[in-house]
C-alpha cells in the first residue's frame, strides 16, 4: 500500500502531536526502520527530539539487510525522493568521507533495495520542513564490522558529532524474534515469551545507555539479540566514547519501546523497536 504525500504527511503528524518533546536539542537519536503501520508511533518519541532551527547536516547510518558488506558505503546518487519532498545528499562532506579510502560506493540497486536508511526519509523530511532548503543528509550503508572496524569509523564520525549543527539519527530494530528470525532465546523466569523479550531488550538499552561500546559488545556476544542496527549502534558508541575521551558531556535516554505483537508460544514472531535521544550537555 503506498502513501500519498498528504497520506503521509498526515499520518507522521499525528503520531508527532502525541509525544512530547523532553530531550531536545538531540545530537543523535536511534529509531527504527520497520514499516510504519508498526512502529510510526515508537519512531515519533526520536523525531521529535530533533530541533530543525540549529540542524544543518543529517548522517543517517543504516545496517545492511541485503548485502554482504564488511565497510560502509556512500550513495551514488545526489538527491533521494520522499513523497513530502526531495532530499539532497551533502556532496561535500561525501568528499571528505572519500577521501579516507575507508568507503565504498552502493550500487543503485542496493541503494533501492535497502529500507535501512529510506525508512528514516519521511521522518527526516517531516522533522526538518520548517527549514526544508537549509540542509543537507549523509546517508551511510554501514557493514558488518569488526568491533575494531566500528573503532575507526566511530573516530572518524566523532569529529561530526561534535558539531551541535550536524545530527546521526542511527537506524536499528531491536529483537526480532521467532522461527522464521532462526532466534528463540527465553528466560521463562520473566514469565510469557514477549516479557523475556522485553526483559533482554531493555537489557541491551540500558547498555546502551552507558554509552560504553564494549559492554554493547560483550552484551551481544553473551545474548545474540537480534538487534539489526549493532553495527551503526557501535560505531555512535564509539563516536560518543571519542569525545568523552575529550571531556564532552553527554547522556543518552530511550524514550519510547514496542513489540510488532505479543510472543507468546513458539510459533510467534515478532519485531520489537525503541527510541531515544542523545543529549549533549
Not at 117 to 143: C, N, Q, R, W
Request: overall charge negative; charged content about 20%; proline content about 4%.
Amino acid at each position: 500500500y503506498l502513501f500519498t504525500g498528504p497520506q503521509l504527511n498526515a499520518q507522521l503528524e499525528g503520531w508527532l502531536s502525541q509525544v512530547q518533546s523532553t530531550k531536545r536539542p538531540a545530537r543523535a537519536i536511534i529509531a527504527p526502520h520497520a514499516g510504519y503501520t508498526y512502529c510510526g508511533s515508537c519512531a515519533a518519541h526520536a523525531y521529535k527530539q530533533v530541533d530543525p532551527n540549529i540542524t544543518r547536516k543529517i548522517f543517517i547510518l543504516g545496517p545492511s539487510h541485503h548485502v554482504p558488506l564488511s565497510r560502509c558505503a556512500l550513495s551514488s546518487v545526489d538527491i533521494y525522493r520522499t513523497p513530502l519532498y526531495d532530499l539532497r545528499i551533502d556532496q561535500k562532506i561525501y568528499g571528505e568521507l572519500w577521501k579516507t579510502g575507508m568507503f565504498e560506493r552502493m550500487s543503485l540497486q542496493t541503494d533501492e533495495d535497502e529500507h535501512s536508511i529510506e525508512m528514516h526519509l519521511p521522518y527526516t523530511a517531516k522533522a526538518m520542513e520548517s527549514h526544508k532548503d537549509e540542509f543537507t543528509i549523509i546517508p551511510v550503508l554501514v557493514g558488518a564490522l569488526s568491533e575494531s572496524k566500528e573503532q575507526e569509523f566511530g573516530k572518524l564520525f566523532s569529529k561530526y558529532l561534535a558539531d551541535p549543527s550536524n545530527l546521526f539519527v542511527v537506524s536499528s530494530d531491536f529483537c526480532h524474534w521467532g522461527q522464521r528470525f532462526r532466534y528463540s532465546y527465553y528466560d521463562e523466569s520473566q514469565g510469557e515469551i514477549y516479557r523475556s523479550i522485553e526483559h533482554l531488550d531493555k537489557m541491551g538499552m540500558s547498555i546502551i545507555e552507558q554509552l560504553d561500546p564494549v559492554s554493547f559488545s560483550n552484551y551481544l556476544k553473551k545474548y545474540h539479540n537480534t538487534i539489526c542496527g549493532r553495527h551503526p549502534i557501535g560505531v555512535l558508541l564509539n563516536a560518543i566514547n571519542e569525545l568523552q575521551k575529550n571531556g564532552m558531556n553527554m547522556s543518552f535516554s530511550f524514550l519510547n519501546y514496542a513489540q510488532s505483537s505479543q510472543c507468546r508460544n513458539w510459533q510467534d514472531s515478532s519485531v520489537s523497536y525503541a527510541a531515544g535521544a542523545l543529549m549533549v550537555h
